[in-house]
T-cell receptor, first 112, second 116 residues
Framework: SQQGEEDPQALSIQEGENATMNCSYK?????LQWYRQNSGRGLVHLIL?????REKHSGRLRVTLDTSKKSSSLLITASRAADTASYFC????????????FGKGTTLSVSS | GAVVSQHPSWVICKSGTSVKIECRSL??????MFWYRQFPKQSLMLMAT?????????EQGVEKDKFLINHASLTLSTLTVTSAHPEDSSFYIC????????????FGPGTRLTVL
């Protein structure tokens, strides 16, 4: 079963603008991860944030985690057309050997 | 490091035939492997979890007799879709985890299955 819910489901912006996607989850986690998927392709791991971290940066990506609200956000700054893809959050529990649970994803379209 | 491969990357088969998909961890030993299915414009849904040398644990609603999973070694898991039907057409993605990196999974590139 999926425990991650993302919003918005779809987001359309212009190049240069920032894109923010949100993810909520239901149970305690060990970490939360964000992935990108281009149409018809495999997953690309973007960033992992652990439950004891509040914010993490990687290039133009900024991820926040609020464990009290069970939510996370992914911010892509200065977006580019190449950022057009689907973005998924996925949560991992503390139990070893358990699968990642994926959210429904946000489809981002960046137009030039 | 932590590379996972899948083979084939795509397959087209006739209805009623069986298709085997391989998932390999190339540079690490995977204590656990996972199989996901993704329908168009949807998210990844976990199908089953397999540990080396033991039977796979299937998620609710996934038919174990239709989706046969074998995890014979620490670097190889296979998913066989038996008597495939058009509704089984999907993107199948495997992932692998190692006890040395708790909470992290490494994903294969996926296999696109089309059943005619």
């Amino acid at each position: 079963s999926q425990q991650g819910e993302e919003d918005p489901q779809a987001l359309s912006i212009q190049e240069g603008e920032n894109a923010t996607m949100n993810c909520s989850y239901k149970t305690s986690i060990n970490n939360l991860q964000w992935y990108r998927q281009n149409s018809g392709r495999g997953l690309v791991h973007l960033i992992l944030i652990r439950s004891n971290e509040r914010e993490k940066h990687s290039g133009r990506l900024r991820v926040t985690l609020d464990t009290s609200k069970k939510s996370s956000s992914l911010l892509i700054t200065a977006s580019r057309a190449a950022d057009t893809a689907s973005y998924f959050c996925a949560t991992a529990t503390n139990q070893a050997g358990t699968a990642l649970i994926f959210g429904k994803g946000t489809t981002l379209s960046v137009s030039s | 490091g932590a590379v996972v491969s899948q083979h084939p990357s795509w397959v087209i088969c006739k209805s009623g035939t069986s298709v085997k998909i391989e998932c390999r961890s190339l540079d690490f030993q995977a204590t656990t492997m996972f199989w996901y299915r993704q329908f168009p414009k949807q998210s990844l849904m976990l199908m089953a979890t397999s540990n080396e040398g033991s039977k796979a644990t299937y998620e609710q609603g996934v038919e174990k007799d239709k989706f046969l999973i074998n995890h014979a070694s620490l670097t190889l898991s296979t998913l066989t879709v038996t008597s495939a039907h058009p509704e089984d057409s999907s993107f199948y993605i495997c992932s692998a985890s190692t006890s040395r990196k708790k909470g992290e999974q490494f994903f294969g590139p996926g296999t696109r299955l089309t059943v005619l």
